[in-house]
């Protein structure tokens, strides 16, 4: 059974740091890219970085370009963001989400059940 | 940065009638990479149609997506009482990567 299980979110400061984490199993982590995607709360999905499987490649969304850092580790299938700089618009659910990916039952993507991140004073 | 513009915004149905969901690209999007999500109260979205028509697994074949370059369709043809929610268009083939900003299916 694949899982993707999201950690590290909670309360902080505007101008402070957290570091989300994602521990994924039921597939090969070090043969896929991965993606953090968020949900501010009432509203839509938006993307915020990307990593290909080595970790080569990585980009980010604007809103959080310089401020986040995404980064995994093969070796712990495990996947991570960086929060720095804090704001009250970063305020969310984060999501780690895998690209699509075939398996024996078929083709479909995998989803983390979200980490609440409140920044407020 | 490619725009997802998804219309309407709410559409009211009822149980049985077909729905029919728009997503227009700001620039052309290679089908490979459009995809469609639904999303209910406290879930994670959960992925129906990728490649723009092809649907993941486990998704009922009342669910299809057509469209390519500009103008993507996501059509459920008789809703199900579990199909009113969220559903958001994805493309994920250029950088960065972008979602419409949601069609609400509700009951009518």
């Known amino acids: 059974e694949v899982q993707l299980v999201e950690s590290g979110g909670g309360l902080v400061k505007p101008g402070g740091s957290l570091r989300l984490s994602c521990a994924v199993s039921g597939f090969t982590f070090s043969s896929y890219s991965m993606n953090w995607v968020r949900q501010a709360p009432g509203k839509g999905l938006e993307w915020i970085s990307f990593?290909?499987?080595?970790?080569?490649?990585?980009f980010y969304a604007d809103s959080v370009k310089g401020r986040f850092t995404i980064s995994r580790d093969n070796a712990k299938n495990s996947l991570y963001l960086q929060m720095n700089s804090l704001r009250a618009e970063d305020t969310a659910v984060y999501f780690c989400a895998s690209p699509t990916i075939t398996m024996i039952q078929g083709v479909t993507d995998y989803w983390g059940q979200g980490t609440l991140v409140t920044v407020s004073s | 940065e490619i725009v997802l513009t998804q219309s309407p915004g709410t559409l009211s149905l009822s149980p049985g009638e077909r729905a029919t969901l728009s997503c227009r690209a700001s620039q052309g999007v290679s089908s490979s990479y459009l995809g469609w999500y639904q999303q209910k109260p406290g879930q994670a979205p959960r992925l129906l149609i990728y490649g723009a028509s092809s649907r993941a697994t486990g998704v009922p074949d009342r669910f299809s997506g057509s469209g390519s370059g500009t103008y993507f369709t996501l059509t459920i043809s008789r809703l199900e009482p579990e199909d009113f929610a969220v559903y958001y268009c994805h493309q994920y083939g250029t950088s960065p990567r972008t979602f419409g900003q949601g069609t609400k299916v509700e009951i009518k």
């Open positions: 990593i290909s499987s080595s970790g080569k490649y990585i």
